[in-house]
């Protein structure tokens, strides 16, 4: 039930090479600590330049100290070596890197002071100097969330978030005694994690950007549909982006494929009229002639998806044709290839994430690269394609692709990998209850004195549309590194096995996942790789409402941790943010309530459990609020169950507090080491939050 709808995370310019490290003491590798996490630069969102010979690409860090974190943005050369940092993150983070069509300008959002406040485009110029405020969209117009450069350089095409959201942080945000208004709230789609509660007047709608006079103006006439995804066409005439044109838009996901004139105030033309979703990102052809999109499925199997590529006439004449409608598996970002013979795409397969490329006129689909790892971004010009990779051993970094091989261009982690010694994650499958294969990753400690049979923590991977991948993973290295063996499922409802394979839990979750999770863990007892009397269960999102499942289902582990779970979903209608997949999939509780019932058996049958387990969750998630966790805590402690639950202040689903992130990760630490290997240790730690204490106390005291 759980698919995050985004990615999640959020400067002067100085053209200087990076210079050699100077010599320093050498450090004796060591396996991956937790402050060795808080070192780890995520690197993300490659854009190749017009002309091919520079990759633009973000950085992001966290300071524990200033418990703050901050994206800046980088450069480097095709051939490897310049590698050049642009912006800074003490004058705010950067966002969304782009570069102008003639290459002479590097463009990106930031919140940084500036001459009107709020997320603006901002421009530094190629060859040098200061970063320069480009727009001017006040709160009162609303937030830009994306934009584009027009072909030729002179408009930008804005995606700007009108108001009517208030945050899910306003009341704790609050000065005490200072009014807040009440919040009226008339629509169905109510509550957005992150965004909070939506109101009637919030809309995502597209506005055209004139740079030369800086003014916007809503791109299309009529009514308040919601617009993204917005694209030029080559030409810069047209703009095709997608939206919801239905009657009753929030109480489906049927979005399609448009196209409007790049006028302001033009009247949208629907490309596409499949009943189910029809999204973004959209691709013209090199020609203009034809855009590339996504198609997923209906409704009804909303949580269940498995986009497949297709293309359409920018004409309208035709129908759309599914290039991958024979490729079992999911496709994400197309990009056309120069010659507009083929699409570029990322596949998510089988404990991998690859580029491949996608005939248009045959329809086969090429693996671009067969080594096992993961990619989260691609960009291509000029015949040059960037690559985002990650392996079960390196963080991401930019890599240059041709003919199948991966050349690094960027080494961020360079000096950290050398100091580590880090475990890798190897393939395993076993044969669940009923016949079908299911696979997974094991993760073996790689420490002198660690033998066989291991203490074991199975990690369950949120979603359930997601999968357990050959990509870095701070989870499997520190547990690791800890002498846990780490074994991640890719239970029925994961993706990159086909579309079957994901339905299969639709309507009647906890049976499947436990019987493959069960399986894999018998099979990995059965092969003398872990000890069964020492074996912990944890996971985040549906990984948490899964060990909520395992828990109910099964005493076998000696310690759990439920992250952002729940184990009633009658108990979350309403609450949360997925009344479409209540209605849709499970039905209204007053139509189905035995369906509730039967898959709210962790709760409603908790007198089954008798693992200690651990709860946690953030104040402000509305994914998967912490009442669920609160239900189950609650239930625990009725029952005299160990148990625990651990609320974070203004925390959404995914954490963005540095100190709140290392916090969770040592009450895990101290919960399995406790319940599992059978340690005496304190289930507190808080050492960041004890010196806050003291400053506190320092300021009142005068």
């Known amino acids: 039930m759980l698919r995050p709808k985004f990615g999640l995370l959020l400067l002067s310019l100085a053209f200087v090479a990076v210079a050699p490290a100077m010599a320093q003491t050498a450090v004796k590798p060591h ?7 808080f070192r780890v630069k995520n690197v993300g969102n490659p854009k190749v330049s017009p002309g ?10 966290m300071d524990l100290k200033k418990d703050e974190r901050t994206t800046d943005l980088w450069m480097v050369s095709w051939d490897g070596k310049q590698d050049i940092q642009l912006t800074y993150g003490y004058d705010g983070s950067v966002s969304s890197p782009q570069w102008s069509p003639d290459g002479k300008y590097i463009s990106f959002l930031s919140g ?7 997320t603006q485009v901002w421009v530094l110029s190629r060859r040098g100097g200061e970063a320069r405020q480009l727009t001017d969209v006040t709160k009162k117009q609303g937030k830009i969330e994306a934009y584009r450069w027009s072909p030729d350089g002179k408009r930008l095409l804005l995606t700007v978030h009108t108001g009517g959201t208030v945050s899910a942080n306003a009341f704790n945000d ?7 208004p009440p ?10 994690d992150i965004i909070g509660y939506v109101t009637a007047k919030s809309h995502t709608f597209l506005y055209l950007y004139d740079i030369a006079i800086g003014k916007m103006k809503k791109l299309t006439a009529g009514k308040k549909y919601d617009e993204r995804n917005g694209v030029w066409s080559p030409d810069g005439k047209e703009i095709a982006f997608i939206s919801n044109h239905t009657a009753e838009p929030e109480r489906n996901i049927n979005t399609d494929v448009f196209v409007v004139a790049a006028k302001a105030g033009s009247e949208p033309r629907q490309l596409t009229h499949y009943t189910g979703a029809d999204v973004g990102p959209l691709a013209w052809s090199p020609d203009g002639k034809e855009i590339a999109f996504l198609r997923g499925g209906h409704t009804k199997y909303w949580q269940y998806q498995e986009d497949r590529l297709a293309v359409i006439a920018a004409d309208g004449s035709g129908h759309a044709t599914v290039l991958t409608a024979n490729f079992d598996r999911p496709i994400h970002d197309p990009q ?3 010659d507009g013979k083929h699409v570029i795409a990322l596949v998510t397969d089988d404990r991998n994430r690859y580029p491949a490329s996608i005939n248009v006129a045959t329809d086969t689909v090429k693996r671009m690269v067969d080594s096992e790892g993961a990619s989260w971004g691609h960009s291509g010009k000029m015949g040059h394609e960037a690559l985002l990779w990650t392996t079960d051993t390196k963080p991401n970094e930019v890599y240059a692709l041709s003919d199948g091989h991966l050349r690094q261009l960027t080494h961020q982690n360079a000096k950290l990998l050398s100091e580590l010694v880090l475990a890798r994650a190897g393939n395993m499958d076993a044969t669940s209850k009923d016949g079908t294969r299911v696979d997974g990753l094991i993760t073996l400690p790689d420490q002198a004195g660690a033998t066989k049979p291991y203490p074991m923590l199975l990690w369950i991977h949120g979603g359930p549309q997601g999968q357990s991948a050959h990509g870095f993973s701070a989870m499997r290295q520190l547990f690791a590194a800890r002498g846990y063996a780490v074994l991640n499922v890719n239970y029925r409802g994961s993706d990159g096995r086909g579309i079957a394979y994901q339905k299969a839990i639709w309507a009647n979750w906890g049976v499947d996942e436990v019987q493959d999770i069960e399986a894999c863990v018998n099979k990995v007892i059965q092969e003398g790789i872990v000890d069964p009397k020492r074996m912990g269960v944890g996971g985040w999102s549906y990984g948490g409402i899964t060990t909520d499942f395992m828990i109910a289902s099964t005493n076998e582990f000696k310690a759990a941790a439920a992250g952002a779970g729940m184990g009633n979903p009658l108990g979350l209608y309403g609450v949360d943010e997925y009344a479409n997949q209540y209605n849709f999939e499970l039905g209204p509780p007053w139509k189905n309530l035995q369906t509730y019932l039967k898959i709210g058996y962790p709760l409603l049958h908790a007198d089954r459990i008798h693992t200690p387990t651990l709860f946690m969750g953030g104040t402000s998630d509305f994914n ?47 919960w ?31």
Do not use: C
Not at 31 to 37: E, G, Q
Not at 174 to 180: P, R
Not at 672 to 701: H, I, Q, R, S
């Open 672 to 702: 399995y080491d406790k319940w599992v290997l059978g340690k005496n240790v304190k289930l507190t730690y808080l050492p960041w939050a004890k010196k806050e204490a003291k400053k506190e106390a320092k300021k009142k005291a005068g």
């Open 174 to 180: 609050a000065k005490e005694k200072k009014y807040i």
């Open 31 to 37: 396996p991956m600590t937790l402050n060795d996490v």
């Open 112 to 118: 940084r002071k500036g001459k009107v406040k709020g």
């Open 52 to 61: 091919g010979n520079w990759v633009l690409y973000t950085v992001s860090t």
């Open 336 to 338: 056309w290839t120069p």
């Open 624 to 670: 998967v609020p912490v009442v669920g966790g609160e239900q189950m805590y609650e239930a625990l402690q009725t029952l005299h169950v160990p148990s625990a639950l651990i609320v974070y202040p203004q925390q959404f689903h995914v954490f963005t507090r540095p100190t709140y992130i290392r916090d969770r990760f040592q009450y895990w630490f101290n």
């Open 183 to 192: 919040i009226v709230i008339t629509r169905y789609l109510f509550k957005q």
